[in-house]
């Protein structure tokens, strides 16, 4: 099985730039497409961005991700990272790293994803 394991989140104000962390088991980034999700207080999971196995020049984002977030992955050390520039107080949520192998029309699903990490909390507050 596929481990996932996110770390990097923390407090930071608004403006800030932080870098999560996804690290993975041997092997999978070779075999799952990985995906960012965010849940804030209240509300629902939520899609941020993903690199595809087939397609990693080609990640995918959600509209709010796009112009701030980036995510990228180190094949060598098996892990994912998501940047994320000028974060608001909206931002603030659990952020959780998963691998599966969705298509494009699942790449957004949650459900089309099978490993998941635990989580890491980005608090966003001034």
Same mark, same amino acid.
């Given at each position: 099985?596929?481990?996932?394991?996110?770390?990097?989140?923390?407090?930071?104000?608004?403006?800030?730039?932080?870098?999560?962390?996804? &690290?993975?088991?041997?092997?999978?980034?070779?075999?799952?497409?990985?995906? *960012?999700?965010?849940? @804030?207080?209240?509300?629902?999971?939520?899609?941020? @961005?993903?690199?595809?196995? &087939?397609?990693?020049?080609?990640?995918?984002?959600?509209?709010?991700?796009?112009?701030?977030?980036?995510?990228?992955?180190?094949?060598?050390?098996?892990?994912?990272?998501?940047?994320?520039?000028?974060?608001?107080? &909206?931002?603030? @949520?659990?952020?959780?790293?998963? @691998?599966?192998?969705?298509?494009?029309?699942?790449?957004?699903?949650?459900?089309? +994803?099978? +490993? *998941?990490?635990?989580?890491?909390?980005?608090?966003?507050?001034?």
């Amino acid at each position: 099985q596929a481990l996932v394991v996110e770390s990097g989140g923390g407090l930071v104000q608004p403006g800030d730039s932080l870098t999560l962390s996804c &690290e993975t088991g041997v092997g999978t980034l070779s075999y799952y497409s990985i995906a *960012w999700f965010r849940q @804030a207080a209240g509300k629902g999971r939520e899609f941020v @961005a993903a690199v595809r196995r &087939e397609k990693p020049a080609y990640p995918t984002y959600a509209d709010f991700a796009q112009d701030r977030f980036a995510i990228s992955r180190d094949l060598a050390k098996s892990t994912v990272y998501l940047q994320m520039n000028n974060l608001q107080s &909206e931002d603030t @949520a659990n952020y959780s790293c998963a @691998a599966g192998s969705p298509n494009l029309s699942t790449v957004r699903q949650p459900s089309a +994803y099978i +490993y *998941w990490g635990q989580g890491t909390q980005v608090i966003v507050s001034s």
